[in-house]
Every structure is written in C-alpha cells, then in structure tokens.
C-alpha cells in the first residue's frame, strides 16, 4: 500500500484561479498565463504515489513546481484542488486539529537554510520538536541524544550552531527530524547549500540512516546526480507538471521527452546503468548435452570465438573458447574438463564497477543471479556503446573501442582458421 498518495492536485497562486486553469488545459505557458490573469502556476494536476520505506525524489529546474509541491504535502500551502492522502486519510479534507496532529506525528521537515535556533544548544534544537509535542524532558533529551549519537553528533550537544560547519549544522537537522520519529521525512534541497564534497558526504549519511530508520523520504533537488545516487524512485517536474516519474534508470535510459532527454544528457551514465541494462543474450553450450563438434559448430554459426558453458539447469559453469573446444575433440574430453573459470557479475551491478574488470578481461563476463543461473553476457563493446550513447567517449574509451574492433577482427580470422567441423 502507498504510504504517500496524491491525486490531480493542482495549486494557484492568484485570484482569478477558473482563467488560470482553463489555459493551463490549453496548454498554455506559464508566462502567458501570469500575464493575463495575474495568476501564477504552482502545480498542475500531479499524480504519484510514494511506497513506505521509499527514497522518493522529486527534481526540475527552479519554477518547476517542486518545493511548491512538497510543501502541499503537510498542507503549508493550501491546494487549489486534488486530493492528497497519507495512509489512506486524505489531508486535503483535514480539520485544522487533525492537520497539527499529522504535522507533529507522522511527518517532519528538513529545509536547506538548516532552521535551527542559534540561542538554543545543539540538544535543545534537537529536542524542540519534542518539546512543542509536550513530551516530558528527560523523556525528549533521551530521544534527542540518540538521534545525535546515530548522527555522530553526541559530543557537540553543548554547542551552538555557530560553532558547527554547514555540513555539521544540516546534520543537526536531520537528526532534529529524526528524533521526533516520524512516518514521512520531507527534505527541502536538504544538502543544495551546502559544498559538493560535503554535500556528498551529507547523502552517505542520509543512505546510512535510511538503513536504520526505514522512513518513507521525500526529497527536492535539483542535482540530478544526487537523485540518482539517493532516490529508489524519481520524479520529474516541468512548468508545474510531473512529466515522468521512473527509477534512476528509467529516467535516464527511456526519456519521456524531449524536456527530460535534454535534462538527462549529461548524466554519467556509468553511475545509474547495471549489467542487467546493457548485457546481451548469451551464446552458451550445455556441457552436460553437447559435445566438442557441437560447441564447434555454435561458434561457427553464431561467429563468435568461445562459449559460455551452462548445465541442463542453466547454471554458469564457466566458458569454453574455441581452442578449449577444439583439444577437447582431439584428446577425447568433455566439455566440462575443458571450461574455464571467467569473472562474472550480478545483474544489479554498476558500469562504473564493471570497467575495471572488463577492461583487460581476454573473456566475455557472465551475467550470473543469486541462485548462480546465467542471465546474460557483458562484452567490451557493448559496454563502451552503453557509455558512448550519453554523448563523446574520453580519449581512454576511445582507445579501448579501438582495442576492442582489432581484437574482434583477430579472434573472427583466428577462428576461421581453425580445421572446419
């Protein structure tokens, strides 16, 4: 069941909301509608829902609607019209009372300019949302310092914020936010503020604590980078409107437009693509059914130099190449005696980690789940084309493509060399 739900629901700002709306459906920009009606176009029937436990980002370009939205969420900004539920309750629908309830309980905020009091220490501010709750005080303290001690904060607690870096200070956020234990963390371009090194560090930390804590997160950038490295799911905003929503992969590998394709384009593509997005069907042989002159005639007909080798069950038993196969006929062995052992790899594995091993690797790498069946095989070709398609390749890849077309051609001549089947 969806944690967090929303449906058509549209924001905006202005009075003269009914002409507003009629050209927002006309397709009409927002520019030209703030010129004739005066109103202003914050979000525009969005519909997404967010699973519990989630890491849920929502991004686009500043006036894209984004920060308009999450601040829908908890009713800061009140909706135009659409729905928004939370566990099935809808919020939208909500008594000033139930609304304080739900703002207290089940959700809590985080914001870029960090929010915290320079009068009050490091465990006051991370108390206060306690506090405001009425939640007795050595009850709150308690609560405060594990949130520190799990954001290795505990030995500034008699600090001030002035005294703490940015990063530091945004982390005192985050663990004021934790410390009240709530259902649903809204982060506001938590870390944009913050210096890139920092702020990467910031995102190891949140990742960590999602480990611990199992929130449902909500979180606006406009780092596209930092949405791929912490978001289980994306959106993405244009104008008001949620033009796609997908996993970091989706997004980047099956654009929804040309708006999302330009935002994409320059992604290091390495970071977000996995052996299961770029590998190709594998050509294997069954060792424990086929023979030498079968294996032979595989290659032979599929033009390849070797083989992965599988059992009936299409486990991965290793690879067999073409001189593999060849003294296997003459010396009167199987198969199996002649497999070697290849790496291999899981499917959910990044590009980025798999180049070091392809990369002066004489053999294809196999594809191999959790339960050791073949899924596919990894070549260096199609590993550079996967790279080459965001864009000009680096001088190293290109280097590397170049190796890959002369080995190629010298395995093809090699194999047709070999004494026919």
């Not at 800061?76 to 099935?88: A, C, F, K, V």
């Not at 501010?125 to 009850?139: C, D, M, R």
């Amino acid at each position: 069941m969806s944690k967090v739900k929303i449906e058509h629901l549209t924001k905006i700002f202005g009075k003269r909301v009914k002409p507003a709306l009629q050209m927002v459906e006309q397709h009409e920009s927002k520019t030209d509608i703030l010129k004739k009606t005066g109103a202003t176009v914050g979000v525009y029937d969005a519909n997404l829902s967010v699973e519990e436990g989630e890491i849920f980002v929502i991004m686009g370009l500043s006036g894209s609607g984004k920060s308009t939205l999450i601040r829908l969420l908890n009713r800061l900004i009140e909706p135009t019209s659409g729905h928004i539920y939370i566990d099935d309750d809808d919020v939208s629908k909500m008594n000033k009372e139930k609304l304080l309830e739900v703002r207290r309980k089940k959700m809590s905020m985080v914001f870029q300019s960090f929010g915290l009091f320079p009068h009050r220490t490091i465990l006051q501010n991370t108390e206060y949302g306690l506090e405001v709750q009425g939640v007795p005080k050595a009850e709150r303290r308690e609560k405060a310092e594990k949130a520190l001690e799990n954001a290795n904060l505990l030995a500034f607690e008699n600090q001030y914020p002035n005294q703490l870096s940015g990063g530091m200070q945004q982390r005192v956020g985050l663990a004021r936010a934790l410390a009240n234990d709530p259902e649903i963390l809204l982060m506001d371009e938590a870390f944009s503020a913050l210096d890139p090194l920092i702020r990467r560090d910031m995102q190891d930390e949140l990742l960590d604590l999602q480990e611990q804590y199992k929130k449902t997160i909500i979180f606006i950038s406009h780092d596209l980078n930092e949405a791929l490295r912490i978001g289980d799911r994306i959106a993405i905003m244009k104008d008001g409107e949620v033009v796609q929503i997908g996993t970091g992969e989706e997004i980047v590998t099956q654009p929804a437009n040309d708006y999302v394709r330009a935002f994409v384009e320059d992604v290091d593509r390495s970071k977000v693509l996995t052996a299961e997005n770029i590998m190709i069907p594998p050509f294997f042989t069954n060792i424990e059914v086929d023979g030498p002159n079968v294996a032979l005639k595989k290659m032979r007909t599929e033009e390849v130099s070797g083989l992965i080798a599988v059992d009936r069950k299409r486990q991965f038993r290793g690879f067999i190449s073409s001189e593999d196969a060849i003294r296997a006929r003459t010396e009167g062995l199987s198969l199996a005696d002649v497999a070697k052992k290849i790496p291999t790899v899981a499917p959910d594995m990044l590009v980025m980690d798999i180049m070091p091993l392809i990369y002066d690797s004489p053999t294809p790498l196999a594809v191999v789940d959790e339960d050791g069946r073949l899924r596919g095989t990894l070549i260096r070709g199609r590993v550079l084309q996967a790279l080459a398609e965001n864009g000009e390749m680096s001088e190293e890849e290109s280097a590397a493509k170049s190796v890959v077309a002369d080995q190629a051609e010298s395995e093809t001549a090699q194999l047709e060399s070999k004494e026919e089947v």
